[in-house]
């Protein structure tokens, strides 16, 4: 069956750290792979792409890894604050598949001071 | 500041009555998607439409739910009739979308539906 996983619901770390969330999927074949961030009460907002070709992608403190071999991906947000506490969600853009995008449950981020 | 509309924001209705969800695209985007969040399901993709064509809807129960574009600046998303189960926040996005990726999403804030 087709499964986006995205590791433990929540995950708690000590501000200044780095934070790491897990994408991984089984029987898809995206051409690209999206993060986005969201907040209590609010829509999704897009952080970072990655494409199929590309092993990393960086925006500020932002890292975006792509393993097409392993189907996973890693979101690393370095120097974390309490400001970065939210739920991040991976999708996978299916061009193969009429370009749908779809979603992972979501991992729920807190930042402790 | 170009956003996503989505309308009603919140809505309470009894089991078996109709319910109409609007959303307004960014202007000049053409890829329009529908999803439902709840916390047991995450984000599930209802619909989605490519230049006003629908393209997959295979994630909506066809005996009740029905999403149409009547036009560029409007789309819609119904349930008839609405049962408790489709209790969940309803969300539109849309995107510029060239050659075979979507791209980026822009979500609206969400419709939550509450059926009683």
């Known amino acids: 069956s087709q499964k986006i996983e995205q590791n433990s619901e929540a995950l708690n770390i000590q501000e200044g750290k780095t934070a790491t969330l897990t994408c991984n999927y089984t029987n898809y074949s995206p051409a690209y792979l999206q993060w986005y961030r969201q907040d209590p009460g609010r829509g999704p907002v897009f952080l970072l792409l990655i494409r199929e070709n590309e092993k990393e992608k960086r925006k500020e403190r932002l890292k975006v890894t792509f393993d097409t071999t392993l189907k996973q991906s890693l979101f690393h947000i370095t120097a974390s604050q309490p400001a970065d506490s939210a739920t991040y969600l991976c999708?996978?853009?299916?061009?193969?598949?009429?370009?749908?995008?779809?979603f992972g449950s979501g991992t729920r981020l807190s930042i402790r001071p | 500041d170009a956003r996503v509309t989505q309308t009603p924001r919140h809505k309470v209705t009894e089991m078996g009555q109709e319910v109409t969800m609007r959303c307004q695209p960014i202007?000049?985007?053409?890829?329009v998607f529908w999803y439902r969040q709840t916390m047991m399901q995450g984000l599930e993709l209802l619909a989605y439409?490519?230049?006003?064509?629908?393209?997959?809807d295979s994630g909506m129960p066809k005996d009740r739910f029905s999403a149409e574009m009547p036009d560029a600046t409007l789309a819609t998303l119904k349930i008839q009739p609405s049962e408790p189960r489709d209790s969940a926040v309803y969300f539109c996005a849309s995107a510029q979308s060239e050659g075979a990726s979507t791209g980026e999403l822009f979500f609206g804030e969400g419709s939550r539906l509450t059926v009683l």
């Open positions: 439409f490519r230049n006003r064509a629908p393209l997959d």
């Open positions: 202007l000049g985007h053409n890829t």
């Open positions: 999708a996978l853009d299916m061009v193969s598949s009429a370009s749908k995008i779809i």
